[in-house]
């Protein structure tokens, strides 16, 4: 949090001057131990997954529509893991394939996610909705910004804990994630106390030029309810295929919201 702090003090002189379009870098912490099995099995599995994943995002921004997008694995492994460990490579891009996009036109509530699962891409369309927050009275300030924290209210069925600290002085209603709605950009959500972490990093305030935000087209059209049921079932089948081999590897990455 104090890199973020030295980032938003630096970046606010952009801001005064009112352009609102740009590039935001978000770094996100997956705690990867917090869902193994209790118990010897999950002791095992430590043995094949490191505790934390770190990997890099990128948010293109306007007052109008953004795009949110994974940056290469390759770039973010060579900061955190030895680049030789092919094992560690591969399951950091299952977890965040470059190809994943999350477009949101913040004018009409449409959010477009492009996703790769299973070597096929789905395209699952969803709106932004206000509603889905509730506002706390609790605020901060991070550099010379004034930041409120808000909490996510979950669909029914949902058990996820997601709170998040927004800044209305940067006022692009979007973050990290597909997360947005808010009056304000979103520099930190934590999910479940603390098992994924997303923290803003960098911040580009500049001109994007045509074309640097479209809305993915190409990919099967699916529901997100569909999407999970989908990813549910297939995670469901390959930890049973691990558990039948008598190892204690990991099935794949854990379910996320996008």
Request: net charge neutral; with cysteine.
């Amino acid at each position: 949090m104090k890199q973020l702090l030295i980032l938003l003090l630096t970046s606010s002189s952009f801001i005064s001057f009112g352009q609102v379009s740009g590039e935001i870098i978000y770094n996100t912490k997956v705690n990867m131990h917090a869902n193994l099995p209790a118990g010897e099995r999950g002791e095992r599995m430590k043995q094949f997954v490191p505790e934390f994943m770190e990997l890099k995002n990128q948010l293109l921004f306007t007052s109008a529509e953004t795009m949110y997008k994974n940056m290469p694995a390759e770039e973010t492994a060579a900061s955190n893991f030895n680049q030789e460990d092919e094992r560690q490579q591969r399951m950091m891009k299952r977890m965040a394939p470059v190809g994943d996009i999350i477009y949101t036109n913040i004018e009409t509530q449409l959010v477009v996610a492009k996703k790769e699962f299973m070597d096929k891409v789905f395209l699952i369309k969803d709106t932004l909705n206000l509603s889905n927050w509730k506002f706390t009275s609790e605020t901060k300030v991070f550099g010379d910004m004034n930041c409120m924290k808000a909490e996510y209210i979950p669909k029914a069925g949902d058990s996820t804990n997601i709170y998040v600290w927004f800044t209305p002085e940067i006022p692009v209603s979007s973050g990290p994630d597909g997360y947005g709605g808010l009056p304000g950009l979103i520099v930190y959500l934590n999910e479940n106390e603390g098992e994924k972490e997303i923290s803003l990093s960098k911040i580009v305030m500049r001109d994007l030029e045509k074309g640097e935000i479209e809305a993915p087209t190409k990919g099967k059209v699916v529901t997100q309810e569909e999407f999970d049921a989908m990813r549910k079932k297939k995670m469901e089948q390959m930890k049973k295929q691990f558990e039948g081999k008598g190892h204690g590897g990991p099935g794949g990455p854990p379910p996320g919201r996008h």
